[in-house]
């Protein structure tokens, strides 16, 4: 296996190497054409650099995670093992060391000015631009750890940013306990990384994200002390915002297009103000869609993860176990031995990950990366009137204005054991096969 690159541009240079990453030259607008162009590079399964946006000499790269070949590149695994990937490495943190050089403090800029940053304007009915690939860094009073975690901004002003910070977040508790304490609430923000740490920083874990980074490299990731602040950044990140979470400051934040794909409500949220920009000479800024397979495969990778060791733990013959393409939904790949293994299995895992609405449990012959194929399980091997539980009164995602996640469905579309010799699947004479290699062939 490759060395994982260090950073977000070493990792998109290999991409391009391999042919993998789209380049737009020409000068295209932040606000009217960026968002649109990633989403069609999103359909062609690539990421997108934009080389110039109009009035901005920063690029601005999309999509940068959002592939089958994005993950075998920047992870070196398949898409099929990456949560046992996870799950191996995630055990043990490995903690970060302190560089006293760093290329994100390449340039200190004179003045914050956060129009001189590309921000993407992502949904039609959004309120605003958004920064939505920031990492926002805090650091608990209670432990003195570092937190990370992915908080979307909205520009409000030259150094004003309106911070979605949500309370089920422990960025979020973090910034609760120093107010309880009368701290202020320094907060970094990252911009621009390699996909390990965007993995890490999207995980809810009990220790700072950057040492599970670390461990998903299997050596520790760099950081560098802040400029102005008492916290710690990567150090090959693209561009770092210093400031302070305004604890008397709140104005309307969003609507912004969220990962369910709908606008959640307008609320009133605290004024992150940016008291100092570092970034590398020539910085990329990064963008996520939301609601896009980046967006959930980020979430989807720590928290499949978890729930893959919660079902191994309730059942055996665990194969396998996704929450992609669509966190709600849990498919998992399970060679049962007795009736009911795959419905004990099934309520482990979605009891992990409360997100989980609907778990689907197939067996070892279905693809569970492809839809399709789990779709013609669930209605060619499932006994509805058997097969099917639906839990009421349990928790499920915290953020659910209209408490439709208030019950799970279970379904066992594997097929009953007594009847396996009825259900071999039929199989194409000698498939597959090197089409590519006939086509060439000359006649
Ligand atoms: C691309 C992306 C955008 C996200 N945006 C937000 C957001 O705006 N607000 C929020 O609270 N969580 C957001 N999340 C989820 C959090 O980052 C995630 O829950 C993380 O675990 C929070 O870290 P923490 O619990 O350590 O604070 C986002 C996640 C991703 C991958």
């Known amino acids: 296996m490759d060395p994982i690159e260090k950073d977000l541009r070493t990792y998109l240079a ?151 910070m949500l309370p089920s977040t422990q960025g979020y508790e973090i910034f609760q306990k120093r107010l309880k304490r009368g701290l202020r609430t320094e907060m970094a923000v990252a911009i621009g990384l390699h996909p390990i740490e965007m993995i890490a920083a999207s995980a809810h874990t009990p220790f700072d994200e950057f040492e599970l980074a670390g461990a998903l490299r299997g050596e520790p990731l760099e950081m560098v002390r802040c400029q102005t602040l008492d916290l710690a950044v990567p150090a090959h990140a693209e561009i770092v915002l210093e400031g302070v979470i305004l604890p008397d400051v709140k104005e309307p934040e969003g609507p912004i297009g969220d990962w369910l794909g709908y606008y959640p409500l307008v609320e009133d949220r605290h004024i992150f103000k940016v008291e100092r920009m570092t970034h590398r000479r020539d910085p990329i800024f990064q963008t996520i869609l939301s609601g896009t397979a980046e967006e959930n495969l980020l979430l989807a990778i720590p928290r499949g993860a978890a729930a893959l060791g919660a079902a191994r733990k309730a059942a055996s013959g665990i194969r396998n176990l996704t929450l992609d393409p669509f966190l709600p939904c849990c498919v998992l790949q399970i060679a049962k031995t007795f009736e009911g293994e795959p419905m004990n299995a099934l309520l482990a895992a979605m009891g992990e990950v409360p997100f989980v609405k609907i778990g689907i449990a197939v067996d070892p012959d279905v693809d569970l990366h492809n839809m399709n194929d789990v779709m013609w399980a669930m209605v060619t091997r499932t006994r509805l009137e058997n097969d099917v539980n639906i839990i009421r009164n349990v928790m499920g995602f915290s953020r659910d204005p209209f408490q439709l996640y208030k019950a799970k469905m279970a379904i066992d579309a594997t097929v009953p054991l007594d009847l396996r010799d009825k259900f071999k699947r039929s199989k194409i004479t000698n498939a597959p096969i090197d089409l590519e290699k006939y086509l060439q062939k000359a006649t």
């Open 14 to 164: 290999k991409l391009g190497s391999r042919g993998e990453l789209l380049t737009v030259e020409a000068e295209v607008s932040p606000r009217t054409e960026a968002a649109a162009l990633i989403d069609a590079a999103i359909k062609r399964g690539r990421p997108l650099m934009l080389a110039r946006s109009t009035g901005n000499p920063m690029r601005m790269i999309g999509n940068s995670f959002g592939s089958r070949s994005a993950i075998e590149t920047a992870l070196g695994c398949t898409e099929t093992g990456i949560m046992a990937w996870f799950g191996e490495r995630a055990s043990k943190a490995i903690p970060v060391v302190l560089v006293d050089k760093a290329p994100v403090q390449e340039v200190i800029a004179d003045a914050v000015d956060l129009d001189r940053l590309p921000i993407p304007l992502l949904h039609q009915e959004d309120a605003g631009p958004y920064i939505t690939a920031g990492i926002g860094i805090t650091k608990d009073p209670e432990s003195g750890r570092q937190n990370a975690g992915y908080y979307s901004l909205q520009l409000k002003g030259k150094d004003r940013l309106a911070l979605r």
